[in-house]
């Protein structure tokens, strides 16, 4: 296990934790992801998830838009969900 | 269950559909080898062999989850107050040592389970957090009874549910804190407790330190970790985190509904259901055939003690009881064991715990669009040979 680091008394201090992110497909958009979807999670949330349905990763970036309120304005949403519809659907997913 | 390639350090978890490999890591803080889902913020699964190892889930390697990624990294338990404020006579803040000094100290076992958990086995695929079985553990909690804590502030009469909210901050400060509430009875009723202790050790930073809810027989997201803030409410709590975020179809025990069905109701997800699993034979192992083989696993009932834990190697055509193993209580897992004699070829051993209240786990999958609360009757495939 990572090393827990003493400080003054009983102050519990960790240091950084990886920061390790799963790498995403390349293609056109990948840039426009990473820079409006790794604010709040790492991109592994993307690679993560199976390969799903068009219309759900549509969802999902409105979803991330409106609910978690991520500040993307809607024509680089259509960008993302592009990219994400053209890598990670049952069709088009590659590995 | 999972396959693992040392020399990548990688594991297939195995989900359907692939999109199933993960890193496995030994560099979080006060964690040993577990299952990289993701790194900010942390979820980290428990390798499934650590569940044949005992009743108890070492603390090391108890499964972690966050939702958003400005997590203290320093924390004091000299400096770390809990506030309980809201609809009280008095507010009232305690360190872990006030805790410590002021309340009656209790113990209980308790299995703490992510609604989520086997989520990726859900069909169809559900996004989310895609979990294996390992977002689970079963710890020893040290702590004090919430009801105490709350009667020193003293609720007022109209109260209607009671709100926790943690340390952990959403990046973006326009997004949603995460907040969950029970009722008020419920946060009263003696075993809800704030819990500074798992085990034998103090919480890991990653699960809570310096202290946690501890919701016994409740899905894990009511146990707020580095509970920070009680606020006890007069009207009910209708914020995201409750409602639509953590919703269920409300038919519990199935929480089930058909993908795309229309005006189906949802309610906050609640009570845990049972499960049980093998833990000692993972699928595509070979046993013997014609002589007695050790089966051997955990069961929990879900809100509600095991009463019994039934093998079938035909199907579900017809079920053998096993051992129980010792009684940590009805919140806690529960070790099974039997001997079980295979013809020679392929076998599937199916597992099916029944609760004290006679709830039985089913045969078939549930499905809701959160993939919460997945408690399918597990199979087990082997070879005999």
Known sequence: PARVIPGNGDVYKVGKWPTYTAELAAGPGRDTVLGHCSMCHSVTYITMQPPLPAAT???EVHKMIKTFGAPIDEATAKDIIAYLQAHYTPQTRKQ | FARTSLAAST????????????RLTTSFPGKGEMILQRT??????????????GVFTPVDQFYVRWHWAD?????SPHTHKVRISGHVDKVLEFTVFDLMKHFKHVELAAVNQCSGNSRGYFQPRVPGGEWSNGAMGNARWVGVRLKDVLDAAGVKAGAVQVQFEGSERPVIPTAPNLKKSLSVDHARDGDVMIAWEMNGQSLPLLNGFPFRLVVPGWYATYWTKMLQHVRVLNEEDTNFWMKPAYT????????????GEKDVKFVPINRMVPRSFVTNLKSGASVGAGRPELVRGIAFGGDTGVKAVDVSIDGGKTWMPTELGRD???????????????AKGDQTVMVRCTN?????QPMTPNWNPGGFMRNVVESTKLMAV
């Open chain 1, 57 to 59: 990763w549509d969802a």
């Open chain 2, 328 to 342: 940590y209580g009805k919140f806690s897992f529960r070790q099974w064991n039997t001997h079980l004699k295979f």
């Open chain 2, 248 to 259: 269920i179809p409300d038919n519990w025990p199935q929480a089930n509904m058909t993908p």
């Open chain 2, 40 to 53: 900010r913020p942390p979820l980290l699964e428990t390798p499934w062999s650590v569940y044949d190892k």
């Open chain 2, 71 to 75: 997590i203290p990294t320093t924390m």
């Open chain 2, 356 to 360: 004290t209240d006679g709830l039985q």
């Open chain 2, 11 to 22: 594991i297939e978890l195995p989900l359907p559909d692939g999109a199933d490999t993960r």
